[in-house]
Every structure is written in structure tokens, then in C-alpha cells.
């Protein structure tokens, strides 16, 4: 103690809060490098810390899921991976939602590349769908397909043009398989 506050290397266990801080303090909070772990092993932080809070890398579980990368002010912020036993993020984060350029891996295979906002799809992007092996590649708003997109078939169709709450809508070409042809206006798919 120096002062009346935590200072130096030790080990400060919070009942209260339900758990146990390990790391060098200075004036009373955690800096440097640390661990906090909650008593009951359902969460735990590894990595960095400026007065007490989340800074640099570090490493996050939460009762099965997992974070390894960049923190700012407590929040996920930089670049990370997130895991848990569905899928995976690997992209950019800002103030703890998934924010700019990520890769997207889901429980069922798909995948989605390309660009979030506030944890959804959002701007330009390519979806992989696993199930039938088509392809869009256009622009989300809020997690739908909204504005031009090509959606490919793995038989060689494809849809191009204008898309609305994740349906075609609007002006739009259709190629099928056996070289049909379709141009013109579309209405909820």
C-alpha cells in the first residue's frame, strides 16, 4: 500500500463484485499488464490495462466465447477475433460492436466479407451461401441486401439490379440456367 491505495504486484480478490484482479497497481488500479477473472471461472480478461481499464491487447472469455485482440477504454476497439461454438469475427471493432472491414464465419458455413456498422452487415459486402453455393456480392443496410446487388447461382444463373429489404425490388436482369432472359421491373423477389 502506498498512500492508503493498492500499489505494486499483488493479488486483490472483490467479493462484493465476485471477482479476482492480479497485476501491478498504481494509486489503487490495475495498469499494465493483468488478469481479471470472475470467481465463479465464467469470465476472464487477460492483457493490458491503463488505470483500471481495458487497454492494449488482451484476450476475453466469456462462458464459451472468445476475443483476442485490441482494447480502448474497457471496450473491444481495433482488430480482433471473436469466437464462439458457431462462428467467428475477424475485422474491426469500435467502441465494442463489430464497426469497418470483417470476415464472418457462421455455424452453418456460410460467410459473409465486407464492410459493418453497429454490429450488422452494412455497406458494400460478398455472401457466401454453403446450402446452395450462390454468391451475392452488393450492398447491405442493417443485415438485408438493399441497393444494387448480383446474387450467383452455382448453375450459372444470376440475378443483377436492385434489391430492397432482401428481396429483389425494382429494375433488375435475370439470366437462368437455360439462357432465359429477364429484364425489367421487380416486386418483393
Do not use: P
Not at 452488393?138 to 447461382?153: C, D, P, S
Not at 425494382?170 to 437462368?176: D, I, N
Amino acid at each position: 500500500f502506498l498512500e492508503g491505495e493498492v500499489c505494486g504486484f499483488c493479488a486483490v480478490v472483490d467479493h462484493e463484485r465476485g471477482s479476482r484482479t492480479q497485476g501491478y497497481f498504481k494509486s489503487g488500479a490495475i495498469t499494465g499488464f493483468g488478469c481479471i477473472e470472475s470467481l465463479d471461472h465464467e469470465y476472464r480478461y487477460t492483457g493490458g490495462f491503463a488505470q483500471g481499464e481495458y487497454h492494449g491487447k488482451g484476450e476475453e472469455l466469456i462462458k464459451g466465447t472468445q476475443y483476442v485482440g485490441e482494447f480502448f477504454e474497457h471496450s473491444r476497439h481495433g482488430i480482433g477475433v471473436y469466437k464462439d461454438d458457431g462462428g467467428s469475427y475477424l475485422g474491426d471493432w469500435v467502441a465494442g460492436e463489430r464497426e469497418g472491414f470483417g470476415v464472418e464465419k457462421f455455424k452453418n458455413k456460410d460467410m459473409y466479407q465486407g464492410s459493418f456498422l453497429s454490429n450488422l452487415k452494412n455497406g458494400y459486402g460478398r455472401y457466401i451461401h454453403q446450402r446452395d453455393n450462390s454468391v451475392y456480392t452488393g450492398n447491405f443496410v442493417e443485415g438485408l441486401r438493399q441497393g444494387l446487388g448480383r446474387l450467383e447461382q452455382e448453375d450459372g444463373s444470376f440475378y443483377i439490379g436492385s434489391w430492397e429489404l432482401g428481396k429483389r425490388e425494382g429494375l433488375g436482369l435475370e439470366m437462368t440456367r437455360d439462357s432465359r432472359v429477364y429484364f425489367g421491373h421487380w416486386r418483393k423477389d
